[in-house]
């Protein structure tokens, strides 16, 4: 195959591009599953943004009056718990928490994650040490590293972040090392190559913009994996810490008083279930919606 010939394959023109991405998008709107956890997180985050305007309490606020309150007392829609405080507003501000934590923890992760596996895919003499890398970060369990990073840094919003951020690494070097070698081998890579294109430029224009839809997926199956790390850090007195609120710690909060009171742990932790499915389900319904063989159906 000649140079020319190959780099008509070279799939980056803009109307292609835009083809692509109406195609994506129709399949996802045709998608019930998709649509309804779009929905969900787009309320999720729209509550997240405003959570200080929309929350009826600050989540300090105690009213020693209304201790253990079932849900629908006046004043208190959801009730309130062992303090007083409102649950209501202690799940929004504490899922506003759980999604800074997760979109820090992710940010970390493909910041550090992507370039290593663009790196390790395309360059041969570096893959092994990169590897070797990733196998030794996967060596530590998640909370052994957690609570090292905790004990040395000390326990936050922000050192959670980094310590689940830290945990995700070793999978986005994986997926996109993967992705990165399968399109290496690709035709119009091999143009660009023969035509004198340098390794920077075939990383930056032809790989990195064609691995693009599998760091969108990774990134959407992270999301809910740092949004439980949260929860479990917090509820084990390595997140964050009281009296900010967090979906773990009013669980922790709410353990000694499970028989008495079941919705001060109950409904922290639906909270927690419905942010994680709904990031689950949407990045599945993308994936299938990217995953070239739909394409061509």
């Not at 083809?19 to 045709?30: E, T």
């Not at 075939?202 to 809910?224: D, E």
Request: glycine share 8%; proline share 7%.
């Amino acid at each position: 195959m000649s140079v020319d010939t190959a780099l008509t394959q070279v799939p980056a023109s803009a109307p292609a591009e835009a083809s692509q991405g109406s195609r994506v998008l129709r399949r996802l709107r045709r998608n019930p599953l998709a649509v309804v956890s779009f929905c969900v997180l787009t309320v999720a985050v729209v509550v997240a943004v405003f959570a200080p305007l929309l929350a009826p309490y600050a989540p300090e606020q105690t009213d020693f009056a209304n201790t253990l309150a079932p849900p629908g007392t006046p004043g208190h829609l959801l009730g309130t718990d062992d303090l007083g405080r409102d649950v209501l507003s202690r799940i929004i501000l504490g899922s506003r928490a759980s999604l800074q934590v997760a979109a820090l923890a992710v940010f970390t992760a493909l910041v550090i994650g992507v370039p290593l596996g663009l790196v390790a895919g395309y360059f041969r003499a570096a893959d092994s040490v990169i590897s070797r890398l990733t196998d030794l970060l996967l060596a530590f369990p998640f909370l052994i590293l957690a609570v090292g990073f905790a004990a040395i840094r000390g326990a936050s919003l922000g050192n959670a972040a980094v310590a689940i951020g830290i945990a995700q690494i070793p999978g986005v070097i994986r997926v996109v090392r993967s992705d990165a070698l399968r399109l290496k081998s690709l035709d119009f890579v091999a143009a660009a190559v023969v035509d004198g294109a340098s390794d920077l430029w075939v990383l930056r224009r032809h790989i990195l913009p064609n691995a693009t839809s599998v760091v969108l997926v990774q990134a959407t199956v992270a999301i809910p994996a740092a949004i439980l790390g949260e929860a479990v850090l917090s509820f084990l007195g390595l997140g964050i810490q009281p009296p900010s609120p967090s979906l773990g710690t009013m669980l922790a909060n709410a353990q000694q008083f499970a028989a008495r009171a079941p919705w001060a742990a109950v409904l922290p932790g639906l909270a927690i279930m419905i942010l994680a499915l709904a990031f689950n389900v949407f990045g599945d319904s993308l994936r299938d919606a990217l995953d070239p063989k739909a394409n061509r159906r």
